[in-house]
């Protein structure tokens, strides 16, 4: 969405690549967490270790310098104390967009954005705290409470309009570099690709001028038109922008709630190609999730934020920023009421945030200071996601729709498991791999991991049965050396009716699972195809690699009629008719017991 009534939101986002273990941060940091409090979530029994809790945190303001590049991860077990407790550590960025009302900026407001969570804070989001005298004092009070800031001056924003660039870079910073609560320079929102060039020009002004803070820079997300972007594709858009400006971090937003209760199509997709570029060039990357209604656009509860937020973090995010903390008036977009409303009272959102806030910084923590490696999707497909390849170190023998994302800190590995239903619990086996023949789970009410109740070894891995509540997650801890994970689904299923394909996914530890639309010979990371009926009504499919050369006995079912066929050796052989679960040889690997829907057996 294009804020008409802003300027530019705040860029928001750690720089964090490495830290030692101690919780060192970068340049670009928020610093060493202030005074904290005591939250009611953390795992529990047998539960996956939900992360709902609430507590009263305040943001440190001590940004450091960075640390080394990786880091030993520390010993897994809890001998003597916490597991996991040498671990190295960072931190998130927490921020908003649309701060406070000149005249709310006050020692009582600022204290109540750390008391939420927030560790950083920015100017209200009308223009008129465009300024230094606001921008000023915003810094000192940020200090005080322990937080850090973003400034937007309207002599950055001239300068990317390319007035005075070199004048208003100088007096910029030399009003905020020195300031011990500067985060960064907040100098443009949604640009089009026509202004990468002057954006480049002044995001390295900056640099020059000020080593220690950054221009941030706010992008469209991938529902913007061609026009608005300035490319043909959002993939390219992001590249151009990375590789033109070379920023130190950046942001996009993304508001996927819609008011008719549905969800956008492209959450998921977006995080990938933005992740995926932030991968490529080494540039760490936040989003803005949506914490308010607007035109088109429903009020999002807590497991919706949630949802958001983790999702960030599962996909490599090191900035989650609110749009907006406090409500804006006057706008075409006619805006409900964000975590603060225009009167200034705490909405319900506030507690919300709050509590989301506790479990981001928490992860937040231990994710800075590792490598984003992989994500993959368990269940029902959205647009741009995949399902796990084969060896993973995670492993969820259910149809549960799971997001697991993957991470890497010296010889161990995290896994951030975010339900991806907002709406209701999800209950599952989740099986890990291990060095160590044992897991460990965050319990963000302390920060610390602790060894996950009712594990069990089995011959796939460690093994847990828990649960998650609707939009929630939960951080693992895996002690390396890694072995392969299990090798999971024999096979995908491809359904080819009245000339439209949908793939399955084909695993003896539950059956099968409709996965998402396909076309035909598709096939996921780590299978092979090996076997097809290329008809209208026919199927394709798809064996894990180390099984390709196995035989396989399929059934297709057409309106009741199910007709068997024999593949091996490269060939597809028709049987001729067959009942439900018929298997000549082997086993049978499960079916989907429908109309139009097949069955699949191994020998």
């Not at 992989?374 to 995670?394: C, E, M, S």
């Not at 896994?415 to 890990?432: T, W």
């Not at 069990?456 to 050396?481: E, F, K, N, T, W």
Request: aromatic residues 10%.
């Amino acid at each position: 969405m294009r804020r008409t009534f802003l300027l530019a939101p705040v860029c928001c986002v750690a720089l964090l690549i490495a830290c030692s273990d101690d919780e060192a941060s970068s340049p670009w940091s928020p610093g060493k967490a202030g005074a904290g409090g005591s939250s009611a979530g953390g795992a529990a029994g047998e539960s996956l270790g939900g992360s709902s809790g609430d507590a009263s945190v305040a943001g440190g303001a001590n940004g450091g310098s960075a640390g080394a590049e990786g880091g030993a991860a520390g010993a897994a077990g809890a001998e003597g104390g916490t597991a996991g407790s040498g671990l190295p550590k960072g931190d998130v960025v927490i921020g908003m967009w649309c701060g406070l009302p000149a005249s709310e900026l006050n020692a009582a407001r600022v204290t109540e954005i750390a008391q939420a969570g927030f560790t950083t804070m920015t100017n209200a989001c009308d223009g008129s705290t465009f300024n230094a005298a606001y921008n000023k004092q915003m810094l000192d009070l940020a200090s005080a409470a322990g937080l850090r800031a973003f400034v937007t001056d309207e002599r950055g924003l001239q300068a990317v309009a390319g007035t005075n660039v070199a004048a208003n870079l100088d007096a910029i910073v030399a009003d905020y570099s020195a300031h011990a609560a500067l985060y960064a320079y907040h100098v443009n929102d949604e640009p089009n690709a026509s202004l990468f060039a002057s954006l480049s020009a002044v995001a390295g002004g900056i640099a020059s001028r000020d080593p220690a803070h950054f221009a941030s820079i706010n992008l469209f997300p991938d529902y913007a038109s061609a026009a608005q972007l300035g490319t043909s594709t959002y993939d390219e858009y992001v590249a151009a922008f990375l590789s033109t400006v070379k920023p130190a971090a950046f942001t996009y937003d993304h508001y996927n709630f819609l008011s008719d209760g549905s969800d956008g199509p492209s959450f998921f997709a977006n995080l990938a190609v933005v992740r995926a570029h932030s991968v490529a060039t080494g540039i760490p990357f936040g989003q803005y999730i949506q914490s308010i209604s607007y035109n088109g656009h429903r009020d999002t509860d807590g497991p919706e934020k949630r949802w958001a937020a983790l999702h960030t973090l599962a996909y490599g995010g090191l900035g989650v920023m609110y749009f907006t903390y406090w409500t804006p008036v006057g706008s075409p977009e006619n805006f409900g009421d964000g975590i603060i409303s225009a009167s200034g009272a705490k909405t319900s959102q506030y507690d919300d945030v709050k509590a989301i806030n506790v479990s981001v910084r928490a992860m937040g923590r231990y994710l800075a200071a590792a490598k984003s490696t992989k994500v993959f999707h368990n269940g029902p497909l959205d647009a741009g996601t995949a399902p796990r390849a084969p060896g993973d170190p995670v492993y969820v023998p259910s149809a549960a729709p799971l997001t697991v994302g993957l991470f890497t800190v010296g010889n161990d590995a995290y896994a951030l498991l975010v339900n991806r239903d907002h709406d209701a619990a999800i209950e599952s086996d989740v099986v890990f791999a291990s060095g160590t023949g044992s897991v460990n789970v965050l319990d963000v009410a302390t920060g610390e991991f602790q060894p996950m109740p009712g594990a069990v070894v089995d011959p796939l891995g460690v093994r847990i049965h828990g649960s998650l509540a609707a939009g929630d997650g939960v951080l693992v801890h895996m002690p390396g050396p890694l072995p392969a994970g299990p090798p999971g689904a024999e096979g995908y299923f491809g359904t080819v009716r009245a000339d439209a394909g949908w793939l399955d996914v084909v695993d003896s530890a539950f059956g099968t699972a409709r996965l998402r639309t396909a076309g035909w010979d598709q096939c996921p990371e780590g299978t092979v195809e090996i076997g097809k009926d290329f008809q209208s009504n026919g199927f394709w499919f798809c064996a894990r690699s180390d099984l390709a050369t196995r035989t396989f006995y399929v059934g297709n079912v057409v309106a009741d009629q199910g007709a068997m066929y024999k593949i091996a050796g490269g060939a597809t052989t028709p049987v001729g008719p067959g009942g439900w679960d018929t298997c000549p040889g082997g086993t049978l690997l499960g079916h989907r017991m429908a109309s139009d829907g097949f069955w699949v057996c191994m020998e």
